[in-house]
């Protein structure tokens, strides 16, 4: 059984930083990729950025370009997601997803979620 774990969420003032985790486990995976998504009151859930397993090919929201970087852990089959400058519209609940093969559409296992709250 697959699951996802996130970690990291919490409360921070805007312009700071918060680093999210997200380990994967249940089997070995070949040709995947892992990924952030968002999802605010009242708004759908929205990408935010993911990463190529092999390779390390990312790719990330307009909106977040320049504050985001997403990296992995090989050995420990875990993704970051390190977050800068945060600013109240990044508060969200955080979504850690996989989808296997890395270039398929749908992301089929997803993390339970992490709150993230930017506010003075």
């Known amino acids: 059984q697959v699951q996802l774990v996130e970690s990291g969420g919490g409360l921070v003032q805007p312009g700071g930083s918060l680093r999210l985790s997200c380990a994967a486990s249940g089997r070995t995976f070949s040709n995947y990729a892992m990924g952030w998504f968002r999802q605010a009151p009242g708004k759908e859930r929205e990408f935010v950025a993911r990463?190529?397993?092999?390779?390390?090919?990312?790719s990330y929201a307009d909106s977040v370009k320049g504050r985001f970087t997403i990296s992995r852990d090989n050995v420990r089959s875990t993704v970051y997601l390190r977050m800068n400058s945060l600013a109240p519209e990044d508060t969200a609940i955080y979504y850690c997803?996989?989808?296997?093969?890395?270039?398929?559409?749908?992301?089929?296992?997803w993390g339970q979620g992490t709150q993230v709250t930017v506010s003075s």
């Open positions: 997803a996989l989808k296997e093969p890395a270039y398929t559409i749908n992301w089929v296992y």
């Open positions: 990463i190529v397993w092999s390779g390390g090919s990312t």
